[in-house]
């Protein structure tokens, strides 16, 4: 990647993406309603995100955005798991890690008569609701738990009573491995840890590293005393003094390292997702920004083979020290980042603000601070000025929702989720044709891989107006209990839930001459047991790929009397369970 910062200017400075338009969801606060007591929260903690600064010498350790932080984290499906801290009716507080929707939240832990003293900062959640997160416990030891709802106990990762001392932060990956980094025996190395079965088996620990001294191996050390990043292949990526790296226990690969591009020391908050790509922060010399003698600073991702540069400051209307003027769409300074496994980077970043020498905190997507802004200071947030923001390097879901912290003006705070249009279960394309026929809706010009939602009843009939096919039920929404049936005619695929991927391609064997050219299908219907309200138009929303890039199609409600009995249901997937072993994917 020594090519990286060399081919940053003429990146940013090509045509600008504008970013998606997104809505936004409560998932808690301190508003308090007085009729959900689960909800009432005296504080809500911001995430450890920050915009950054200017000096490239700054680190984490002295900056007070970081250093105020306890934690966000996002699943697929849009679940965040997040602090808080609640009141007793006695008046005593005490604190609690929780995961919300949107609705009632789900515990995960509390200190509330538990071992648990305080929660650290710290906080990773992945698909089956298993969160990582570190404590100090009511005897003074400090370790690393997981823990889900409706386990009868946390399951412990790794504890200081075996000498670890813990950098803030953790990651966890579906598998319900642990990434984190911690000093032991005077040396900072990054591990990675197994979730034991039950409580009491010991995790299995792996030293990624193995920064000890005169045994160190290679310019991976020394590690940055900053959290690493797992992934489901259990690949963990971190930063050091020399670069950003990947590893697995075996031999540690840079990503990026001994580039003369790229300031020693300067490298922190190294994400990796599924594909192995990974983002990070990094500065860069004077001597590759567009003005002699200015350095500057990146968010990139790369692979250790190929990079791109997805925002930074000094490359657009550079204006410090009398370098022309600033303006609200450059940057002043860059911060933490967070990557899914689309590739796609959100990021804290200050935009430069010409109005007062004070600079506006935000949240971007991209290199243009007011196309690729999602939220900011100044902006208004359901109905209040938003004052302070953060949000975490695990804020970023595969369908690029958003989960941040945020006070506002009136007082609240509490932690949000940012929902882009189309990509997000939350904020679906509604049926959008200039005609609608009556019992019917339907959608025109609409873009393959995005999520679709009408008014609804006990399911729908897709069919195809335009000449393409449904090649894939991309994902189902997380806010079902139970499980959908998916048809094609009169063929049953079988049940499905949130988190399954239906690639109609993979039914060829049942389904005959419905499957076009091996590749996709002109209708299917998707049924629930759940009468839904026909006046909420975000009740069931459903992710699409065609085999074309835009598509026309119309739905039409699946009615309770059209519903079959339970028994021919069952009958028919009975047999169709006897295909679905090689054919179901999780997401």
Known sequence: MSGLALTLVSL?????????????????????????????????????????????????????????????AISNGGRIAYHAEKRTSSGQTYQGIYIGLGAAPETVATTDGTIFASFDQGIAINANKETAFIATLNDGTTAIYVNRPGWPQPRLIASSTEGYDFAPGVSINDSGEVAFTARRNGHTNVYKATLPTAPNPPSVTTEITQCSGLSADGSQCPVDFYAPSINNEGVVSFSSENGIFVGDGGATTPVVSD???????????????????????????????????????????????????????????????????????SFFSMGTSSINDNGNVAFMANQSNPQDSRNKKGIFTGSHAIDDKVIGLGDTLLGSTVVDLAMDRGSLSNDSEIAFWARLANGTEGVYRANPFGDSQFNPWLPNCPHQEINTMSFCGVTSGAWYDPPTAYGFHYEMDSDSLFTSILDLPSTFENPFTVLVEDIVLGEFSSGDEIDFSLYADILGDFLIDGEGVERFTVRTGDAIDPTNPMALPIKLAFNTETADFTLSPVELESTPEPATVLGLLSVSALFLGSRLKRK
Not at 276 to 287: P, Q
């Open 259 to 329: 580039n003369p591009a790229f300031l020693v020391g300067s490298y922190r908050e190294a994400n990796i997702n599924d594909n192995g790509l990974v983002s990070g922060y990094v500065g860069i010399t004077a001597n590759t920004t567009p003005i002699p003698g200015l350095q500057g600073q990146i968010i990139f991702s790369g692979d250790g083979a190929n990079g791109s540069v997805i925002a930074g400051n000094y490359f657009e209307n550079p204006w410090r020290w009398g370098h022309g003027d600033p303006t609200s769409s």
């Open 12 to 72: 940013l400075v090509g045509g600008q993406a504008k970013a998606a338009s997104f809505n936004f969801t409560r998932i808690a606060d301190t508003t308090n309603n007085p009729f959900v007591p689960s909800t009432q929260y005296s504080s809500v903690e911001r995430g450890l995100g920050t915009p950054g600064f200017w000096r490239n010498s700054y680190n984490l350790e002295t900056d007070p955005n970081y250093q105020a932080g306890k934690g966000i």
